[in-house]
Nanobody
Framework: VQLQASGGGLVQAGGSLRLSCAAS????????VGWFRQAPGKERELVSA????????HYAESVEGRFTISIDSATNTAYLQMNSLKPEDSAVYYC??????????????????WGQGTQVTVSS
């Protein structure tokens, strides 16, 4: 599967952004999908994930209640709706997909499929 991430940008604190991850070559709902982020000088972290079939979602504690992950089967696109953004949410965001749901939390760039990063910058 090929993934194309988009939707990043510059937003003020308290604002919203919606990231998109368009998939081709495979039906995205047959894969587990994760959104990761990496800020300068920090390790990549899993922000949110959704299982195959889209029935179970996971959120990092830092984004719980503010971010929502979803998959639109009609467009074969995964989304990350980000509300109430904070400056500490600033990072490069990546989407990734893998057949093994258990592998998502520790997925490396050598595993699964990854989209290119999209920069999110939240100003205070």
């Amino acid at each position: 599967v090929q993934l194309q991430a988009s939707g990043g940008g510059l937003v003020q604190a308290g604002g919203s952004l919606r990231l998109s991850c368009a998939a081709s070559g495979r039906t995205l709902s047959t894969l587990a999908v994760g959104w990761f982020r990496q800020a300068p000088g920090k390790e990549r972290e899993l922000v949110s994930a959704i299982n195959r079939g889209g029935t179970i979602t996971h959120y990092a504690e830092s984004v719980e209640g503010r971010f929502t992950i979803s998959i639109d089967s009609a467009t074969n696109t995964a989304y990350l709706q980000m509300n109430s953004l904070k400056p500490e949410d600033s990072a490069v965001y990546y989407c990734a997909a893998d057949e093994l749901e258990s592998r998502i939390p520790l997925l490396t760039p050598a595993q699964g499929s990854w989209g290119q990063g999209t920069q999110v910058t939240v100003s205070s």
